[in-house]
T-cell receptor, first 112, second 110 residues
Framework: DGGITQSPKYLFRKEGQNVTLSCEQN?????MYWYRQDPGQGLRLIYY???????QKGDIAEGYSVSREKKESFPLTVTSAQKNPTAFYLC???????????FGSGTRLTVV | DAKTTQPNSMESNEEEPVHLPCNHS???????IHWYRQLPSQGPEYVIH???SNVNNRMASLAIAEDRKSSTLILHRATLRDAAVYYC???????????FGSGTQLTVLP
């Protein structure tokens, strides 16, 4: 079955360390997105990419970086510059011209 | 950016219809209205979307006001598995990114 795979499901990081969250899709979707969700809140857009080798900042890009070297993959790096990285991170994708977004099951990042 | 307003929470009895309201008074003519729902510790799931006309699918119905300033998601017969946070979202921008509000927490009572 096609879908989006996010790994790991749970991730612990020490303060001051960078960490990379994986997002892979086999839906052949062109557009991919990263969202952050804090407890009891809605999702906020971090970065998005409409095509390979191109991406744009979302509303809360500071302290994050992404790459889009392959259509299937859109990894997110949480850098040490991100002041409050503990959150639930969600990756999504969408087919060009399509209306529905497909979301992964998320990675819960905790800074210890 | 156009915003949506939803009640923080609603309750429904199992097997009864549920009407989830959403206000979007600043909607533009090209904004689509999307609904997603999210179960605890999972990613959101697409429910339905529409532009001007009412829409039906196997999950729900979407009723859109004539002036498009409000819409209602209708679950015809709520089940316990429908308990989730429901987000009403306007799709904007050339990249068609979704901007999420805080949603409505639906509780279904047995």
């Amino acid at each position: 079955d096609g879908g989006i795979t996010q790994s790991p499901k749970y991730l612990f990081r020490k303060e001051g360390q960078n960490v990379t969250l994986s997002c892979e899709q086999n839906l052949n979707h062109d557009a991919m997105y990263w969202y952050r969700q804090d407890p009891g809140q809605g999702l906020r857009l971090i970065y998005y990419s409409q095509i390979v080798n191109d991406f744009q900042k979302g509303d809360i890009a500071e302290g994050y970086s992404v790459s889009r070297e392959k259509k299937e993959s859109f990894p997110l790096t949480v850098t040490s510059a991100q002041k409050n990285p503990t959150a639930f991170y969600l990756c999504a994708s969408r087919r060009t011209g399509g209306y529905g977004y497909t979301f992964g099951s998320g990675t819960r990042l905790t800074v210890v | 950016d156009a915003k949506t307003t939803q009640p923080n929470s609603m309750e429904s009895n199992e097997e009864e219809p549920v009407h989830l309201p959403c206000n979007h008074s600043t909607i533009s003519g090209t904004d689509y209205i999307h609904w997603y729902r999210q179960l605890p510790s999972q990613g959101p799931e697409y429910v339905i979307h529409g532009l001007t006309s009412n829409v039906n699918n196997r999950m729900a119905s979407l009723a859109i006001a004539e002036d498009r300033k409000s819409s209602t998601l209708i679950l015809h017969r709520a089940t316990l598995r429908d308990a989730a946070v429901y987000y009403c979202i306007l799709r904007q921008g050339s990249a068609r990114q979704l901007t999420f509000g805080s949603g409505t927490q639906l509780t279904v009572l047995p």
